[in-house]
């Protein structure tokens, strides 16, 4: 633990001496080459410049506000640690663009033009070669300029757009919006030199650290050489199986990826050990993985597909709004199930169990079934779990589902009642890979004396939920969507699916 720490800080205070580096780099060429020869560049200084001739607004108050906005930017999606770096750098910055300032001015308040008059371009070249090369140490050690930097270094993060692309793109647009405002189009031109060179340095440099490499050794000495490149310097090896043309004979053949700068010592290793090895070596144009670059491409998420076991296209519209996008919901149509699946279970948890565990044991498939029931308390619970067959009651081998019909006989039934008291409940079984699990929704209130509203289905026109003076049929899906027994059960469904 003390020496993961001690690494830590090591790697934290290395950073902070390179990004020093860098930014001095940044500070003597931008004010040596550049500041003195007027050369325009792009940036957030361009951006104030822009504000300023446009509002008269002074530059460094639109300069700090653009930054700080940048700076939130950054401790969201980047992190306090790119922050606390980025914060460091634009304060180091400020001091030694003003330090380099007061060597090279002259008693006359001009610069010194150091490679003399006339030498604008030369004096270019120099200068954003070593803004780009700065840029670049800047950002190997995790650290930004500020401004710009910023934006490139989130979209970098998101994307797999490197950083010289990103800056390009943003200085191509502030640079341009200039045209109008500057009226000098050697500036103008000037000025997209200097982003095409600096950024270009700036790539390269970057890339050139990133560069990777692929070894293809073949040796008798095979696995010494796997346990030195292993062992010594940490890293992975694959064995293939190879099958030379002219011998015949089946070899083993190594094959690694690895920095190009891992190369020198890779080639001494495998000579070391076996001088007569021979090697393939090949650029690569890109990896990607664990000690490599990131993957930074976005991938459509997969739904997970699952049944809901009914054909009732009122029950199925309920839950695949309850349950949103997030999951694919088929109904037993969409699986081609024409199967009347027999509810002969004496409670709703039976029911929902059977109906789930026949699709699941004769399709293979994740799959969910409901029972519900309407639980009146002056009936003794009735109807519950005969609700959708309430008015066939009684009769030999009737299984009407006929809504109309057990409203009529629910409400015959409780004419003389004063207690209206009831509750619908949802139990919900879920298969996942064979294992069972259930979630039960209750919502309390009462029946009342005749059919109000026009949606909803089942007994919604004649129950009225506490807290509301509407039926479930009067208040719509939008509303009950949100307080149903369905929607509470198969909230608690979708909870434990995510």
Known sequence: MQIAGNKALWNEVKDYFFITLGLMLYAFGWTVFLLPYEIVTGGVTGIAAIIFYATRLPIEYSYFTIN????????????????????????????????????????????????????????????????GMSLAIVFLHNGSTGGTDIVAAVVNKFYNLSLGQVLIFVDILIIGSCIPIFGDWRKIVFGLCTMVIENFVLDYVMNARRESVQFMIFSKKYQEIANAIGTQMNHGVTILDGHGWYTGQKRKVLCILAKKRESVQIFRLIKTI?????????????????????????????????????????????????????????????????????????????????????????????????????????????????????????????????????????????????????????????????????????????????????????????????????????????????ISHRARATKKLAEFLK
């Not at 150091?114 to 604008?120: E, H, M």
């Open 274 to 482: 076996d001088p007569n090895a021979f090697v393939s070596q090949s650029s690569v144009i890109g990896v990607y993985g664990e000690g490599f670059d990131e993957m930074k491409v976005k991938v459509k998420e997969k739904k997970m597909k699952i049944v809901f076991a009914t054909n009732n296209l009122n029950k199925l519209m309920e839950v695949r709004k309850i349950l949103g996008n997030s999951f694919e919901v088929l109904s037993l149509k969409d699986i081609n199930c024409n199967d009347d699946i027999p509810e002969k279970g004496q409670t709703l948890e039976d029911n929902a169990k059977i109906k789930a565990e026949y699709i699941y044991k004769k399709y293979h498939i994740n799959c969910f079934a409901d029972d519900t029931g309407l639980e009146v308390e002056a009936l003794g619970g009735a109807p519950g779990v005969y609700s959708a067959r309430y008015a066939s009651m009684g009769i030999d081998h009737a299984q009407s589902h006929d809504s109309g019909a057990n409203m009529a006989r629910l409400l015959r039934e409780l004419k003389d009642k004063d207690n209206r008291k009831a509750r619908f409940r949802t139990v919900i079984a879920l298969i996942i890979d064979g294992k069972i699990r259930t979630f039960e929704g209750i919502v309390n209130g009462k029946i009342i004396h005749e059919c109000r509203g026009g949606e909803g289905f089942g007994y919604d026109p004649i129950f009225m939920p506490d807290g509301y003076d509407k039926t479930f049929a009067e208040l719509g899906y939008n509303i009950k969507n949100t």
């Open 68 to 131: 700080a906005v940048l700076l939130i930017i950054a401790l969201k999606i980047l992190g306090w640690r790119f922050m606390m770096k980025t914060i460091y750098a634009i304060f180091m910055i400020s001091i030694l663009l003003w330090v380099a300032q007061m060597i090279v001015i002259q008693p006359d308040g001009t610069f010194k033009q150091v490679l003399g008059p006339g030498q604008d371009f030369m004096s270019l070249i120099i200068g954003c070669t070593m803004t």
